[in-house]
């Protein structure tokens, strides 16, 4: 089974940075999507950031500019640079992956294997 695990999470103040990390384990895919996605509570999980086995990033129009995803293989981990963070960033953050696939999707339906989540909070 493929494992996720996320770390990084925390609270800082607005105009601050973060930078969650998630580490995979078992995820031998030769072409695959891995994302960034967040979640408050009474909303719906959305899509912050993915990345294609190409590096082909997408981002979720609010993050553009702030945020960088990027994947280090070598260490089999998953990266997502949060910068000039506000309010409205507080979320529990997870880190997902596709099984292979010829391209990135933002659904959810898209990703089988999620992390346990990990919680940033940003005070004003």
């Known amino acids: 089974q493929v494992q996720l695990v996320e770390s990084g999470g925390g609270s800082v103040q607005a105009g601050g940075s973060l930078k969650l990390s998630c580490v995979y384990f078992r995820y031998t895919y030769s072409t695959t999507c891995m994302g960034w996605f967040r979640q408050t509570p009474g909303k719906e999980r959305e899509a912050v950031a993915t990345?294609?086995?190409?590096?082909?990033?997408n981002y979720k129009d609010s993050v553009k500019g702030r945020f960088t995803i990027s994947k280090d293989a070598a260490k089999n981990t998953l990266y997502l640079q949060m910068n000039e963070l506000n309010s409205e960033d507080t979320a529990s953050y997870y880190c997902?992956?596709?099984?292979?696939?010829?391209?990135?999707?933002?659904?959810?339906?898209?990703?089988?294997?999620w992390g346990q989540g990990t919680q940033v909070t940003v005070s004003s």
């Open positions: 997902a992956a596709t099984g292979g696939t010829s391209k990135c999707y933002s659904d959810l339906v898209w990703f089988p294997f």
């Open positions: 990345i294609y086995t190409d590096g082909v990033t």
